[in-house]
């Protein structure tokens, strides 16, 4: 949404920096199936070293805006609209990314499905990237502005809008950001959802018979977390 921002997608030079250290680690070339791909900013990065890919999403406008850049482009990649719990996924994969917290709006229920389909589509000796919620992130989602009008083109709307957001809290670490806008031509809610998480909460998804849970304190490689609030794995 905005390059130095990381409301919709982490600012880019993060993203490359990510990108480098995955292909540092996993290889120079391979197969790697992006869940919640976006518009394809990491899948293009993965391909414009070497990598070919397929992204899978929901949101079809994103979908439809990666499919039109890759045809300029010409790179070794795809692109299919829909729920990656119920889509088919390809197989075998060398590499499967669910990054920037996806993991952590799952339901419990929706995860088994997850790793159920993981098992199916990685290689022997694939791996699973992910990053998560920490309860410090979670805890930093509870501070939120009161309401607040935009009389011009904005974040949440094109047209001028009262925003109204609230905070709830739920059992388990969990919580929701609601956004009431209110437009001319209605209201619209959105919802966004985290769930502060850690290893041995992982682990109840990823067993140590079947997984090897690797922490990583940023998926860029750095020693240190980038930003507080996130564990990579």
């Not at 010409?74 to 499967?96: A, H, Q």
Request: aromatic fraction near 14%; charge should be negative; include cysteine.
């Amino acid at each position: 949404l905005e390059p130095h921002e990381d409301d919709g997608s982490k600012p880019f030079d993060q993203i490359q920096a990510e990108v480098e250290h995955w292909v540092r680690t996993f290889g120079g070339t391979g197969r790697v199936l992006d869940l919640g791909c976006g518009p394809g900013i990491y899948l293009r990065e993965m391909a414009l070293r070497g990598w070919k890919g397929i992204g899978l999403d929901f949101n079809q406008s994103a979908i439809l805006y990666a499919q039109d850049l890759n045809r300029d482009e010409g790179l070794s990649l795809e692109y299919r609209w829909g729920d990656f719990l119920t889509l088919d996924w390809p197989k075998p994969m060398d590499l499967i990314t669910l990054v920037y917290g996806t993991f952590g709006v799952l339901s419990p229920l929706q995860r088994k499905t997850l790793v159920k389909k993981l098992r199916s589509a990685l290689r022997i000796g694939g791996h699973f990237l992910l990053d998560i919620f920490t309860e410090d992130y979670v805890s930093q989602q509870r501070s939120i502005s009161s309401w607040f009008t935009q009389e011009q083109d904005g974040f949440w709307s094109p047209e001028p809008h009262l925003v109204l957001p609230k905070v709830y809290e739920y059992p388990q670490g969990l919580l929701c950001r609601r956004y009431l806008v209110l437009t001319s031509r209605g209201i619209q809610s959105y919802n966004l959802w985290y769930q502060a998480l850690n290893q041995e909460k992982l682990e109840e998804f990823f067993p140590s018979v079947d997984w090897e849970l690797t922490p990583w304190p940023d998926l860029s490689g750095l020693p240190e977390r980038r930003k507080p609030g996130w564990e990579a794995y």
